[in-house]
């Protein structure tokens, strides 16, 4: 993104979107108190920028269309669509650390903090195996729920609709186990029903009782919930 010069080549870019303001890898950098490139570079501004002033800790910049293709702040906890780029010279570069800092940057109504973690639901649907990749990219895993003592504080996260969570039936065993591989206990104030071959586990309230587990095929579609923070054994 830095290599962009001008404009005109701003709004080829955002040409590629459908209007929806996205994410570009310019961020607030703490550590040096200025903006910054994700891919290293210190930023300098080219000339079509604005309200860079709008930049702190915890914000990250929103391409987004006016009259003209503008760069504008906004909390790097929210949810935006986002551009990528490729470049052949340096190849697919994949990180495990997660954008979110449970200490600097505010929750949004779809995050919930429990202990030391952060539990984050995403309303785009995809199968298990699609949502625990992404999970173990972005942030730490599928929701684990061994640690979580009791369930009022997920129902922040948890709605009608099914999203998918890190409890699976293992076929190898036949018993239930979480995608974190610290264990199997489940808490003893969250229900969970019977599992079969090829299912996984979904998190799922009705109006205002506690969530609770319901089995589906891990093959379909369903949106789902992270969690960042460290795991601890329960065996």
Not at 15 to 21: A, E
Not at 57 to 70: I, V
Not at 201 to 225: D, H, M, Q, W, Y
Request: charged share 15%; net charge negative.
């Amino acid at each position: 993104m830095e290599s962009l010069k001008g404009p005109g080549s701003m709004l080829n870019l955002y040409s590629l979107l459908k209007g929806d303001p996205a994410w570009i890898g310019l961020f607030f950098d703490v550590d040096t108190g200025t903006l910054s490139w994700s891919s290293g570079p210190i930023f300098t501004t080219p000339f079509w920028f604005m309200n860079l002033s709008e930049f702190t800790a915890g914000f990250c910049a929103l391409l987004e269309m006016s009259f003209t293709p503008n760069v504008r702040a906004a909390l790097c906890s929210t949810q935006h669509a986002f551009i990528c780029y490729y470049d052949p010279a340096i190849g697919h570069l994949i990180t495990r650390e997660s954008p979110l800092s449970s200490s600097t940057i505010p929750l949004t109504p779809d995050e919930v903090r429990i202990g030391e973690k952060i539990f984050m639901r995403f309303t785009e649907e995809k199968t298990w195996s699609a949502a625990l990749q992404y999970c173990q990219t972005y942030y730490t895993n599928l929701a684990d729920l061994q640690s979580v003592t009791e369930g009022t504080p997920l129902k922040r996260i948890s709605s009608q609709t099914e999203a998918w969570i890190g409890l699976y039936l293992d076929g190898n065993t036949g018993s239930l186990r979480w995608s974190s591989n610290f264990g199997s206990s489940i808490p003893s104030w969250l229900s969970v029903s019977m599992f079969g071959e090829g299912q996984c586990g979904t998190l799922r309230r009705f109006e205002n009782f506690l969530p609770r587990v319901s089995p589906a095929f891990c093959s379909e579609l369903k949106p789902f919930i992270c969690f960042y923070g460290k795991c601890q054994s329960t065996l």
